[in-house]
């Protein structure tokens, strides 16, 4: 007989700017299907690759079942052992410390936005709730871009991205959103087929570059110049939006004395294009009338990432596009964390990069989620080294991923099938609600369920040591984390309101329609007394970045594969890219004696790869290409290649400034 089909609405929490909601089939308490939710506004019933494998990843034979334990981290000999000793474990641990300091300084929490589901950050709220204990802070992502927005405008807010498809221009700078966003394509696609022009500037040859109208390959971290040259060139032609300069903005004749001193044919060298190509794409912004600037996650990761973003919105804002419809800037939206859970801040909090390169202060106790430094922050031999000094570490996980691999404790956790969870959504601005599909895996427990019960075991221990909250379900924990700001944006109080209403109809929005922006002055900032207070220029002025030298002469980029999202799909085979490769200009090959599919060496100051080349003619010949991630059957950990450099901005968003990913040098050789 046919068992019963039960069908259930999920949301993907990864940290991706589609948040797909989608419809999952359970037979018996079996996944059988997975399907896109039509009724989403953006996704509109698209999945990408990787969501279409979440079934087979959901069962994948490598997947934790067990809490584990090894006394010696790194050693492998790992034992399986009960919930209840985990929990014995961590306690006497945390009584130790407190024992000893009598606090819970040396507890270190580190992690980030592995999922990025409001059940998530209990984690936080836990740590908090029995007194000041330490935080890794930072943004490895966006954070440079973020404040480079803020220093302008005032804060970061984005225009509905469905707007798009009215557009009658859209530049992409380092934006590949075939690969990283593809439920924007179909609004680039539909804004192309009534006419608008479509413009695509990377150093990359990428796949949403095969789209576009013009492809501009611009020298890495020369966005800022580009963008200062576009604006001296629309001055000259008297093409700036005048009253908006003249009502709406705030420095921008202090800005344009730099302007006027530069020389046109110095930046163009700079950024490696031909004047043709910028008088081209000058015409085309002038006939367009109004122009959508997508600015990429991955240009903001240069040592002048920041100062880079100020330049592109000081482009738009000049021309006249910033809250207009269909224009303006479109980077992310700054306001999403706004449930009170979000919002905890009783920890000491440490820059992340300082962390990393000087290992302090001491920490007693790490616990990891949400989060694989071993293959996805900087120098993870460096980490490596720190972790093998705290005496207990703990990762919640679902893979041994290398980081779980050199954890004395291993805390097998639930996916978003198996828990209840909201997901909000940093680029469409959509919320909603995740329904458990499917019991825990074995005897994985979800985020929320281990630190309620960690919480219970710590208070009969002694009472006055921990106010978390205790709750009976992960729902009833979800509805007290709704506050009076999530219903004025999202019109909502409870779990409940979103089972009903699914995802809530909410206005069509356009960021700074009313031109009044959130500084200090109500203006566009072209100068900003913020900025130049924190040691940046006070107007956004391209500044230099770093540049290969001869020792080092290749860019490494190292930018998402298509079908992975950082180190999270690695147990899906969806290519022939089952191990890493490095991407080369076969000119430059040739010129090295490198043949295509050769294993060579990949190298600089801080450590070398032994990694296959492959010829691609779509990566300049002064950039090497390896995709980031975690590659199990090579074992090669890319970011082992890349300093702990930061970015210019980040420190006033996330506590941290960014890593300049981006501005990592190395050179290629034969074995």
């Known amino acids: 007989m046919r068992m019963a089909t039960h069908h259930f609405k999920n949301v993907c929490p990864r940290n991706c700017y589609s948040s797909c909601t989608m419809i999952s089939e359970v037979e018996n308490n079996q996944l059988i299907h997975i399907s896109g939710d039509t009724s989403h ?6 999945l990408c690759a990787k969501g279409y494998t979440y079934g087979e990843k959901n069962h994948h034979p490598s997947r934790l079942k067990f809490p584990y334990y090894q ?8 034992k399986q052992i009960t919930w209840e000793k985990a929990f014995e474990l961590i306690l006497c641990e945390i009584m130790s410390i407190h024992e000893r300091y009598e606090n819970f300084l040396p507890i270190g929490l580190y992690k980030y936005t592995g999922n990025l589901g409001v059940q998530h950050f209990v984690a936080e709220q836990f740590f908090s709730s029995i007194g000041e204990t330490t935080k890794i802070v930072g943004s490895p992502c966006a954070s440079a871009g973020f404040e480079a927005i803020q220093y302008d405008m005032g804060s970061a807010k984005m225009s509905d991205p469905s707007q798009l498809k009215e557009a009658k221009m859209i530049i992409l700078w380092g934006s590949n959103p075939a690969v990283t966003n593809i439920h924007l394509i179909p609004f680039i696609l539909e804004a192309k087929d009534k006419g608008a022009k479509i413009v695509v500037i990377d150093p990359l040859f990428t796949k949403t570059a095969e789209l576009a109208d013009m492809y501009i390959q611009l020298c890495p971290s020369t966005d800022g110049a580009l963008s200062n040259v576009l604006l001296k060139r629309l001055y000259e032609s008297d093409a700036l939006d005048k009253a908006f300069l003249a009502q709406h903005s705030f420095g921008f004749d202090h800005f344009y004395e730099w302007i006027d001193q530069m020389d046109l044919q110095e930046y163009l060298q700079i950024c490696g294009i031909a004047e043709s190509s910028l008088e081209l794409l000058l015409t085309w ?18 040592s002048n990432g920041g100062q880079n973003i100020r330049a592109i919105q000081a482009l738009a804002a000049a021309h006249g596009d910033i809250g207009t419809y269909a224009g303006g800037i479109f980077f992310g939206r700054g306001d999403t964390m706004k449930f009170t859970n979000q919002q905890e801040t009783s920890n000491r909090d440490i820059d992340m990069n300082k962390w990393i390169t000087q290992g302090q202060p001491t920490l007693e106790m790490m616990w990891i989620s949400c989060r694989n430094p071993l293959t996805q922050d900087p120098n993870p031999r460096l980490i490596q080294e720190h972790l093998m000094k705290i005496p207990f570490v703990v990762t919640v996980e679902q893979f041994m991923t290398p980081t779980a691999a050199m954890s004395n404790l291993v805390l097998p956790t639930t996916t978003h099938f198996e828990e209840h969870d909201i997901v909000t959504n940093f680029w469409h601005d959509k919320i909603a609600f995740n329904e458990k599909a499917l019991p825990p895996y074995y005897e994985s427990r979800s985020e929320w369920n281990i630190m309620n019960e960690l919480a219970i075991r710590l208070k009969q221990f002694d009472e006055e040591l921990c106010s978390f909250p205790i709750y009976s379900s992960e729902e009833e924990y979800l509805n007290k984390q709704f506050n009076q700001e999530i219903f004025e944006h999202h019109k909502i109080r409870k779990c409940s309101d979103l089972r009903k209403k699914s995802i809530p109809n909410m206005k069509e929005t356009t960021a700074w329609r009313d031109k009044t922006f959130e500084t200090k002055t109500g203006r566009y900032h072209f100068y900003s007394v913020e900025a130049k207070k924190n040691g940046f220029s006070a107007i956004p002025k391209f ?23 950082n180190s999270q799909s690695f147990s899906i085979d969806l290519t022939d890219d089952g191990e890493a490769f490095v991407g080369i200009h076969p000119k430059v090959a040739k010129m090295l004696n490198i043949y295509n599919g050769e294993v060579v060496q990949v190298y600089n100051s801080q450590d070398t790869l032994e990694i296959k080349a492959v010829y691609s003619a779509q990566v300049p010949e002064d950039i090497l290409l390896i995709y980031q991630g975690w590659y199990q059957r090579s074992q090669i950990i890319v ?16 506590g941290a400034k960014g890593i300049a990913y981006y501005d990592t040098f190395v050179n290629i050789s034969k074995m």
Do not use: C
Request: hydrophobic letters at 30%.
């Open 41 to 46: 506004p953006y996704t509109k019933g698209k």
């Open 639 to 654: 970011n082992r290649l890349i300093p702990v450099l930061e970015t210019d901005m980040g420190e006033n968003v996330s």
């Open 543 to 565: 500044t230099s970045g770093k540049s290969p030298t001869v020792e080092h002469p290749f860019w490494l980029l190292t930018p998402h594969h298509p079908y992975t999202i």
């Open 285 to 302: 912004i002038i006939e367009a009338g109004t122009v959508a600037h997508l600015i990429g996650i991955g240009l903001q990761r240069h």
């Open 71 to 78: 006394e010696v981290k790194g050693s492998g000999k790992f």
